[in-house]
């Protein structure tokens, strides 16, 4: 089952249930989806595309829990969390920090890098190579410490 089908199952069990919340979020995920068919003429979401979308989705609301903290709103944050964690219900599980270190060290002596400017070589390779299963603001942070 495509990613674009879970969703669409989950909004309408959702929409059943009458869970507002979680109906709306799942209506949010489903217009990305849509609005990125309508740009490029197609029928569905290849789930490649549909990731990219959930991560960019999942990347604006971390943004908007850090802003909301900071503007003293812990009920908007708290409502962005909750959203949060739905979004990640449909992305694939990242590697922990460990895994990432050993992919970085790898990566590191695959490409030869060294200093700061081999920055762009190592989060290339890692991209290249582990883009769904990596944290790229992680990989870059372990990068930068151990160039």
Known sequence: MSILERVSNDLNAAMKARDRDRATTLRGIRAAFIEEMK????DTVPDDQALAILRRLARQRGESIEAF???GRPDLAEAEKT????IETFLPQLADEATT?????AAIAETGAAGPGGIGKVMGYLMKNHKNDIDGKLAKSIAEELL
């Open 101 to 105: 270190r050993a992919w970085v060290q």
């Open 39 to 42: 740009k490029d003429g197609a």
């Open 83 to 86: 959203e949060l964690a739905l």
């Open 69 to 71: 903290e900071k503007g």
